[in-house]
């Protein structure tokens, strides 16, 4: 990050014309390549050559020098503004801090008395419930018993600090108890500060160049700190056997309750953020498994049954037609597109015997089975996903597709007659 990188002809050439321009504000970041877009469909042409994340490093450092050497001023890791005080980054600002605002549109997320709601994500379902009169809101979750604690800490990141005095006051406001915050972050911001990612500047840890670039993945792993944390104190509580049978039974169901509201409410808060993303995606936004993810979806997204109805679907899917069978190992996602053949069970897998899907499926390794509906890539979608009792994904089956990516006639039928029979 500390050496020095050109800017594109390209690059150079858009921040001259934000400068002569004259705007208020700008944002200057790193876009993710998303799988379906104009911008992914491009660079997969070979019309555009992506590039790697030290580069897109060193552009940003090299756009921040241009920017302060234009006179710009830098309030938050990507925002800047000129001259004046019309660009302020409140929404940003605030959507972290907690405060109470209202969402508007399609896949807008918005926060009312501590809770956090989100509208439907399809622009053509939330267009026909506001025609309807009806209250498109699909999503809310409720805070948390440390909530107070992660926005100060996600409002400081957007400043590009550590503030330790708000960290105190919202730990005193929450429901926290026990270790202090600071004390459980210390060995965290010593290893940013050894990274160069951080600096101790009077009572506030002041992100660096390369923190502000790395700010969001920081700000990820603080939260899942103090979230690992919070679980396994509660865990502990439920084991101390000094105290009453009754008091643990209690302690035990109250931090089980806590566990699942935290679970939900991390869910909900990642979903509000990009409520189309991939389930995948979802879960390692909000440092949860991708099966904590499908219980906790909007209504009407997953309908989820126990696993053992594994054989009973695999052999009603059979008649579908060409499908496409997916496998995400997380550093590998295989997909294969034909019929679900015949299968047999044996030895306690489901054995496939077909091309070009075939192999054996351990059946009785199954927890949940989730009959998946929803929105991604601006694409209505609808699949059968399979859980292990790990909480892994062992396997998706997606409905297929023509040419025009339209879904198979009759596919779509086919799957809510098999899901209301397996669920309902």
Not at 66 to 88: A, D, F, K
Not at 229 to 249: C, E, K, N, V, Y
Not at 300 to 325: K, L, P, Y
Request: charged share 20%; with cysteine; hydrophobic share 35%.
């Amino acid at each position: 990050m500390a050496c020095r990188v050109k800017l594109s002809r390209v690059g150079r050439t858009d921040l001259t014309i934000v400068d002569q321009l004259g705007l208020d504000g700008v944002d200057h970041y790193g876009l993710n390549l998303i799988p379906g877009t104009p911008l992914m469909l491009s660079i997969e042409k070979g019309k555009l050559e992506p590039v790697t994340r030290k580069q897109l490093g060193t552009y940003y450092a090299h756009g921040t020098e241009v920017m302060q050497t234009m006179g710009w001023e830098q309030i938050s890791p990507s925002h800047w503004r000129n001259l004046g005080l019309r660009e302020r980054s409140v929404y940003n600002f605030g959507a972290k801090t907690g405060w109470d605002f209202f969402a508007f549109g399609s896949g807008a997320g918005g926060k009312l008395n501590g809770c956090s709601f989100f509208n439907n994500p399809s622009l053509a379902a939330y267009g026909k419930l506001v025609e309807a009169g009806k209250n498109p809101v699909i999503g809310m979750s409720r805070p948390t018993a440390f909530t107070p604690v992660m926005n100060a800490i996600r409002a400081g990141m957007e400043r590009s600090r550590i503030d330790p005095s708000a960290i105190r006051t919202a730990q005193l406001e929450s429901r926290m108890k026990g270790q202090d915050v600071l004390e459980l972050l210390q060995p965290l911001l010593e290893q940013y500060q050894e990274s160069g990612l951080m600096v101790s500047r009077h009572r506030f840890f002041d992100l660096t160049l390369p923190g502000r670039f790395w700010n969001v993945q920081m700000t990820q792993r603080i939260v899942a700190w103090l979230s690992g944390h919070f679980f396994r104190q509660t865990r502990a509580a439920t084991q101390d056997t000094s105290l009453p049978d009754t008091h643990i039974q209690t302690t035990r169901m109250q931090g089980k309750q806590n566990m699942s509201e935290e679970i939900s409410a991390r869910v909900a808060a990642a979903l509000a953020e990009k409520p189309t993303s991939a389930l995948e995606d979802i879960a390692k936004r909000a440092n949860v498994r991708v099966i904590d993810v499908v219980r906790n979806l909007p209504d009407g997204e997953a309908h989820c049954v126990d696993g053992e109805h594994f054989v009973d679907v695999m052999q009603s899917m059979r008649n579908w037609g060409d499908i496409t069978f997916i496998v995400n190992t997380g550093t590998v996602i295989f997909e294969a597109k034909g019929q679900i053949p015949d299968g047999s069970l044996g030895h306690g897998y489901y054995n496939l015997h077909g091309k070009p899907i075939g192999g054996h499926l351990k059946a009785d390794a199954c927890e949940l089975i989730a009959f998946v509906s929803r929105t991604f890539m601006n694409s209505e979608t609808h699949s059968v996903q399979f859980y292990a009792k790990d909480g892994t994904c062992m396997f998706k089956v997606y409905l297929g597709r023509d040419e025009g990516r339209n879904i198979l006639p009759g596919q779509v039928d086919a799957f809510k007659t098999l899901r209301d029979r397996i669920t309902g």
